[in-house]
Every structure is written in structure tokens, then in C-alpha cells.
């Protein structure tokens, strides 16, 4: 299973980005995907998670502001009204159902935003 994550880069707060997940190796309508960040000096945390059936969750930072979609292999997350506080190295996530296992990560896209 890879993941390739892109869309990352520079953008002044109050701007937007859209970030995507490109996964192969495998068949992936049964997993869950997430995008999480890690900041300088932080420890990785959730940004958001799609489900296989589509539920979605949100970290409580970037609700209204965020919104994760897939589409088949393909995972995006929509950022808008970017803050500063939203820079961190973005990773995409896949999560096999428990009955299969496995957990993967993505090599991690750079989101900054400038005040």
C-alpha cells in the first residue's frame, strides 16, 4: 500500500488549499482514510477522517472550515479560511477494517500560512 500526498505550499491566512491522497496497491473501498498534521515541537494530531461508508469527523479546530472528500483511490482535503496555526506537515492516512489490519501512512505535504 502507497500513499502520495501533494497540494501543500504557501498561502496568507484567510486563503485556501486543497490537499489530495493518491492510494494504490490494493482495493480500498473497505478503509477508512484521515488527514492528520504535525507542527513544529507538536505531536501529530487529527485533522479529519472519512469512513468507508462515508461518515465523516472532524478535529474541533477546523470544523466549518474543513472538509474531507474521496473518491475511489483518492482522498482530498478542502482547507479554507486558512489560519496560522494551521501550518504543520499534513500525512494522509489509510486504515484497513480490523478483519484485514494494516495502518499507512502517507510522506506528508508542508502547509504554510502566513499572517
Known amino acids: 500500500v502507497q500513499l502520495q500526498a501533494s497540494g501543500g505550499g504557501l498561502v496568507q491566512a484567510g486563503g485556501s488549499l486543497r490537499l489530495s491522497c493518491a492510494a494504490s496497491g490494493t482495493t480500498f473501498r473497505t478503509y477508512a482514510f484521515g488527514w492528520y498534521r504535525q507542527a513544529p515541537g507538536k505531536q501529530r494530531e487529527l485533522v479529519a477522517v472519512?469512513?468507508?461508508?462515508?461518515g465523516t469527523r472532524y478535529a474541533d479546530s477546523v470544523k466549518g472550515r474543513f472538509t474531507i472528500s474521496g473518491d475511489n483511490a483518492m482522498v482530498y482535503l478542502q482547507m479554507n479560511s486558512l489560519k496560522p496555526e494551521d501550518t504543520a506537515v499534513y500525512y494522509c492516512?489509510?486504515?484497513?477494517?480490523?478483519?484485514?489490519?494494516?495502518?499507512?501512512w502517507g510522506q506528508g505535504t508542508q502547509v504554510t500560512v502566513s499572517s
Open positions: 472519512i469512513s468507508a461508508g462515508g
Open positions: 492516512n489509510a486504515r484497513a477494517p480490523a478483519v484485514i489490519g494494516g495502518n499507512y
